[in-house]
């Protein structure tokens, strides 16, 4: 390798290091808390929920027709707007507004919630617990939920919505070319040295420089492909847009200009989820919308179901019903971005494998966030050397001038 | 994963001869995407113990460079285990 090329790959690992080393930092402190975020609620707020009923194993589950029954009787007049069973719990949620109009106007207003929910047991059809009606007094925020929110906002996107996302979507491409740079120079450095020398009875700078590659090379796989899925889920926003506008309307096109079917005249809830678990084998059914939910069908269940296990847990397929007769109109796999985007999830999130995964994923972050400081340390005390030539050559004398490492003079 | 080389011979100061740079560091690799891949396609029992277990590798290898650093002082003498 010529020394141009060396210090080309030189400048873009210096370059694109120190541009995205900032948000690197904010992304790695506030990933911690995000990713035991489970075990903090479970710790410090809990909920206070009354426990459920114990019933013999293999109790079967009620009807969801019960439950849509039962939510009508309560608030008479209103419409139901969702029915979603509760993933690890025997619990189904049912949503209700007074209409679809309601909801909408409610993004004008951000304190009003004319939206509500029920919370049903699902073997018993009981009711558990209603949500706080919205003129309820706010319950304060707890600390918990202060620094959880806080982390997740700062990591998604610096509480700047889609350009905030779009602009971290960016730094982690720049950290995936200051990986990718940062190898390369590691082959450079290395030449001579054993793997995971680290010297240190010779200049500090040697020492960070020693460290900054070990750590590197030791969580370099990891980091590429945590730095590289974050990116991606940084574009959900744009990719699920382009789904929407693309094959959503395509397929919802025949449908859209009919009137909306009145809520008194569909068919049945738990048929259309027992439709949705045969056209989508193998996946579970989430959650349904009703007919003149946005994004929807005015004559259709929109069911979505996904995947079982870790790898396709978070690969939805929609599932249309017609509302009005029951039958299935069709399953809709996602696009091949969208699956991409989803099996990047748990790659980013490390939240598949316990909570020794989780515990690995923090060392890991660790790990990256010292590589970052003494990448930091190195261009600093780059810089002072740099500084110090400069005094010298007006005829200064810089007291505490450590030697100038040889490697650092092709480079420069 | 027969690529891994031997632990380097300690030395006080680097030789002046090369070394192979990238076993090292491809192995760390390689078993950090075996980890990463094990505990997401296989889920459970030995998947998850093994992706566990080459997660791991790459932190403890690096522990045992720090700790070979930090217990070789400073200066020349090389008091090694």
């Not at chain 1, 506030?30 to 929920?49: H, K, R, Y």
């Not at chain 2, 680097?14 to 078993?31: D, K």
Request: glycine share 8%; aromatic share 10%; with cysteine.
């Amino acid at each position: 390798m010529t020394t141009t090329t060396l210090r080309r790959w030189f400048v873009v690992h210096k370059w694109t290091s120190l541009i995205c080393t900032l948000f690197l930092l904010v992304v790695c402190v506030t990933g911690l808390p995000m990713l035991f975020s489970e075990q903090i609620w479970d710790a410090f707020v809990g909920d206070d929920d009354p426990p459920y009923e114990v019933l013999p194993p293999g109790t079967p589950n009620a009807s969801l027709d019960v439950m849509v029954a039962k939510a009508r009787v309560m608030f008479p007049g209103q419409i139901v707007t969702q029915v979603n069973p509760d993933d690890d719990e025997p619990a189904v949620l049912v949503s209700m507004a007074p209409s679809w109009q309601a909801l909408k106007d409610d993004e004008k207003y951000p304190d009003r919630h004319s939206g509500h929910w029920i919370k049903f047991d699902a073997r018993t059809a009981k009711v558990l617990k209603q949500s706080p009606p919205s003129d309820a007094p706010k319950k304060p925020r707890t600390w918990t939920g202060i620094i959880l929110g806080t982390a997740t906002r700062l990591h998604m996107n610096l509480f700047a919505g889609l350009p905030g996302a779009l602009f971290m979507g960016v730094m982690g491409v720049l950290f995936v070319a200051s990986l990718v740079s940062g190898t390369v120079l590691y082959g450079r450095y290395m030449k001579r040295l054993p793997f995971g020398t680290v010297r240190r009875d010779r200049a500090a700078r040697l020492t960070w420089l020693d460290l900054h590659n070990l750590l590197g090379a030791a969580t370099l796989a990891w980091a590429l492909v945590v730095g590289f899925t974050g990116f991606v889920n940084e574009l959900q926003t744009p990719l699920f847009g382009l789904w929407r506008i693309t094959d959503v309307r395509q397929i919802l096109k025949p449908y859209a200009g009919l009137p909306e079917v009145s809520q008194a005249h569909l068919s049945s809830v738990q048929a259309a989820f027992d439709t949705a678990a045969k056209a989508a084998p193998g996946n579970k059914v989430t959650g349904l919308s009703f007919p003149g939910a946005p994004f929807g069908s005015p004559v259709h269940y929109v069911l979505w179901t996904h995947g079982a296990t870790p790898l396709r847990g978070r690969l939805f397929t929609p599932v249309l019903v017609d509302a009005r007769t029951g039958a299935l109109t069709g399953a809709y796999p996602m696009p091949w971005y969208l699956r991409f985007l989803e099996i990047s999830r748990p790659l980013h999130f490390g939240d598949y494998g316990g909570l020794p995964l989780k515990v690995l994923w923090a060392l890991l972050d660790l790990v990256v966030i010292a590589v970052l400081v003494s990448g930091v340390v190195l261009w600093a005390a780059k810089r002072r050397i740099a500084t110090d030539m400069r005094l010298r050559a007006l005829g200064f004398d810089p007291d505490d001038v450590e030697t100038v490492p040889t490697l650092g003079e092709a480079m420069r | 994963m027969n690529a891994a080389p031997p632990m380097p011979p300690p030395s006080s100061s680097p030789s002046r001869t090369p070394v192979a740079v990238w076993p090292w560091p491809i192995a760390l690799s390689l078993l950090t995407v075996f980890g990463l891949l094990s505990a997401l396609l296989g889920q459970h029992g030995i998947w998850l113990a093994l992706s566990w277990t080459s997660l791991s590798i790459p932190l403890v290898v690096m522990f045992a460079c720090l700790v070979r650093a930090r217990r070789r002082t400073p200066l020349s003498n090389g008091g090694q285990s």
